[in-house]
């Protein structure tokens, strides 16, 4: 395909445009060539090749890609013509029609056009630049209602919060400006704007509004009924960390408990907070309210109850993330804590299958079908399986995040992810006779890979639909894989944004989350691709320097942490050739490899058992009892 078409490229680049004005000619090799030299931001170059093919053809999909090159290249007067002049207008011509207008100075047209993307498809970009011009009108109550919607359609837009915290600051709405200009900060740490307008929301709050919030919560964590459970008696134990390099912790249980460092043991009592703290090379036992020092303790020290779980305060987990939470969580199982690197490692000991308890509604939302759930359980207790002593030079078998797999322990344990675990319990996935290395994420967007963590005989890259053999995509296709939604298992979530996605950057966006002028980024080139149109490798070129960045993560994360790297980018130049504006179109949510967990809840759904699940997602593998 790449041959046959840079053959076309060379025949377009010889020929002057008149020469084949008679022929008749075929609009998908125009289209391709133009997406081709889309995708290396050659703008005038895919114009050039899309205005040859419309002197004989006027078929609407050229004028329609040519009014997305037009406004990309600088050139919005034309956009807004061959926009205009499109008989039949879908949600993306009204969304570009939005961004020519905005382009242009009209944002009551801009916003008119949003609306009507909007009537036909609810996309985040819409709703983010609807919010945008409202805030830059000062119009803060409708701004507020956008980003809202735009939060909502996909969580993983993080600046929103910013803005939204900026809204209810200005509608005098402190509490809530508060709440999710805190959001911003973990999102962007050292982010100065974010942490001067924190601070100048904390100062209208006042000292008096955040004790009486810390009364509050203080009073809700007393009143905490902690559930006995059972122990599981007959499932390996798994050594979990749960915290690196803490100075304190504090907690509570339900019964009378103990702490024991060799011969060195205290008797704790039930329902009482305890904190420990690291001094020195000592744990510094004392009374979480009172300036009551009980006892001191050396590394390790072990915290072990009955039959009621352990209740931690302000656990933080996917730190940086969208999902970025400072909370309280419920622990079954035995604690253990380490005097590690100048802080303290919290490790819970627990079962396997109470481990798993914690981990599938985690993982995987609790109302989907029971054979989604089982499938889930299986893949989990797989991971785990092959995790023991993951992290053992950290003390622990398994981190309690992504790394491994989230667990958020009892607080999270319910009555459908609960039976699913025992309905398959000790069932793992297996290779010949060995457990296989099981990857999962959220949505595939609808194609699975092989290449992402080497091969594997288990793994294979195919379309996640009944009919799943992969086909050869010509670069047009490519391009509108990330702007339509081809049907798969996973096209069918309630999470829209997780299969496809956008994210759009002004210059005012830009320079908060990267820190230079986007009118300083020159271009963002691929250059390798592997299975499912993910990139490998991208070069991004500023007026300083050129970065090559490899691998999933960490394009993801260069580029504010997109949710996969399945993605296109699109720079939006001025007449004067310098960037205005960021565009990303993407699919799918996470690495891509293995089960696509919103896939599998779609199968569920259609009838599909566990076993049928994990045979389309693991093929040559099997399911194996272990205990």
């Keep these: 395909m790449r041959f046959l078409l840079l053959i076309f490229l060379s025949s377009l680049l010889i020929l002057p445009p008149n020469s084949y004005s008679k022929q008749k000619i075929d609009v998908n090799n125009y289209l391709d060539a133009a997406a081709f030299f889309k995708e290396t931001m050659e703008y005038e170059k895919a114009i050039d090749v899309i205005e040859r093919a419309l002197i004989k053809s006027k078929d609407s999909q050229l004028k329609k890609y ?210 420990v703290t690291l001094k020195g090379e000592e744990f510094v036992l004392s009374d979480y309210e009172k300036d009551i020092v009980y006892k001191r303790f050396s590394s390790p020290l072990e915290i072990k109850g009955d039959n009621v779980p352990f209740y931690i305060l302000n656990l933080i987990y996917g730190k940086g993330s969208f999902w970025h939470k400072e909370i309280d969580r419920a622990y079954r199982g035995d604690l253990k804590i380490v005097a590690r690197e100048g802080g303290m490692t919290l490790i819970n000991i627990v079962s396997i299958e109470e481990y798993l308890y914690g981990v599938l509604p985690a993982e995987i939302p609790s109302k989907a079908k029971p054979e989604a759930l089982k499938a889930q359980a299986v893949a989990a207790r797989t991971v785990v399986s092959r995790a023991l002593g993951r992290h053992g030079k950290e003390g622990f078998d398994c981190c309690s995040d992504v790394h491994c797999q989230v667990y958020q322990g009892a607080s999270v344990e319910t009555l459908p992810t609960t039976e699913a675990v025992k309905e398959t319990r000790g069932e793992i996935i297996t290779y010949k006779g060995s457990p296989i290395e099981v990857f999962y994420h959220a949505n595939c967007g609808g194609c699975l890979r092989a290449d992402a963590f080497g091969a594997r005989e288990y793994l294979v890259s195919k379309f996640d639909s009944k009919n799943c053999e992969i086909s050869s995509f010509s670069p047009y296709q490519e391009e509108l894989w990330f702007k339509q939604e081809r049907k798969s298992f996973c096209s069918h979530t309630l ?85 205005q504006m960021l565009f990303f179109w993407g699919a799918g949510f996470g690495h891509g490899a293995g089960m696509c967990q919103e896939g599998a809840m779609r199968q569920a759904e259609e009838g599909y058992s566990y076993k049928e699940i994990l045979k389309h997602y693991y093929p040559n593998t099997a399911i194996e009892k272990r205990y």
């Design 66 to 275: 040519l009014g997305q090159l037009y406004y990309l290249a600088g050139h919005s007067k034309r956009a807004l013509k061959a926009f205009t002049e499109l008989k039949d207008k879908d949600w993306l011509v009204f969304l570009y029609l939005g961004l020519v207008y905005e382009d242009l100075g009209n944002f009551s047209l801009a916003l008119d056009n949003y609306s009507e993307s909007i009537k036909l498809k609810k996309t985040s970009l819409v709703l983010y630049r609807c919010g945008k011009i409202y805030y830059r009108q000062r119009k803060y109550a409708q701004a507020e209602k956008f980003f809202s919607q735009a939060i909502s359609a996909d969580s993983s837009i993080r600046l929103a919060c910013y803005y939204l915290g900026e809204c209810f600051f200005k509608t005098g709405s402190y509490g809530q400006s508060y709440r999710y200009l805190a959001k911003a900060i973990n999102f962007y740490p050292q982010n100065k704007k974010i942490k001067e307008k924190l601070a100048v929301v904390k100062k209208k709050l006042g000292e008096r509004f955040f004790a009486q919030e810390l009364k509050k919560m203080e009073k809700k964590r007393k009143e905490l009924i902690l559930t006995c459970y059972k122990r599981e008696q007959d499932s390996p134990l798994i050594r979990v960390g749960l915290a690196k390099n803490l100075k304190k912790f504090s907690f509570r249980t339900g019964e009378n408990f103990k702490f024991t460092c060799g011969r060195n043991v205290f008797a704790g009592e039930g329902d009482k907070f305890y904190t």
């Design 495 to 579: 999470n829209k944004g997780n299969f496809r996605w956008q994210r759009v950057y002004d210059s005012e966006d830009f320079f908060l989350i990267f820190g230079f002028k986007l009118s300083n980024l020159k271009s963002i080139l691929p250059k390798s691709k592997g299975d499912c149109f993910r990139y490998k490798t991208i070069e991004v070129a500023t007026s300083l320097e050129k970065t090559t960045l490899n691998k999933d993560l960490t394009i993801r994360d260069y580029f504010d942490k997109l949710r996969s790297s399945a993605f296109r980018a699109e720079i939006k130049f001025s007449p004067q050739k310098e960037p």
